[in-house]
Nanobody
Framework: QVQLLESGGGLVQAGDSLRLSCTASKTRLIAYRVAWFRQAPGKEREFLAAITRGTGSTTYADSVKGRFTISRNSGESTVYLQMNSLKPEDTAVYLC???????????????WGRGTQVTVSS
């Protein structure tokens, strides 16, 4: 069973940056398409960004385009989410997910991490 683990969350001030990491046990993330989602209290889980296998092409939600960047490391074992110019409304639990049938369809992802909390104070 593939397990995903997110790290890098924390408490920051508005305008700060954070880099989240997603790693996998029992496999290498290079084998999968991987995405980042977030879920704020009382809100639905929201797609943020995805990266494909091979060419590593990326897709972003309009809400984070230009501020967030998804990438893989050179060894292809970690997927990152670089978050810049953070806003209080970015406060949420951030989760990585892998192996979807359709990258924009939340329910099609086969593997999920438990998430890492990001809190942005004003």
């Amino acid at each position: 069973q593939v397990q995903l683990l997110e790290s890098g969350g924390g408490l920051v001030q508005a305008g700060d940056s954070l880099r989240l990491s997603c790693t996998a046990s029992k496999t290498r993330l290079i084998a999968y398409r991987v995405a980042w989602f977030r879920q704020a209290p009382g809100k639905e889980r929201e797609f943020l960004a995805a990266i494909t296998r091979g060419t590593g092409s990326t897709t972003y939600a309009d809400s984070v385009k230009g501020r967030f960047t998804i990438s893989r490391n050179s060894g292809e074992s970690t997927v990152y989410l670089q978050m810049n110019s953070l806003k209080p409304e970015d406060t949420a639990v951030y989760l990585c997910a892998a192996d979807p049938q359709q990258i924009l369809t939340l329910t099609s992802y086969k593997y999920w991490g438990r998430g890492t909390q990001v809190t942005v104070s004003s």
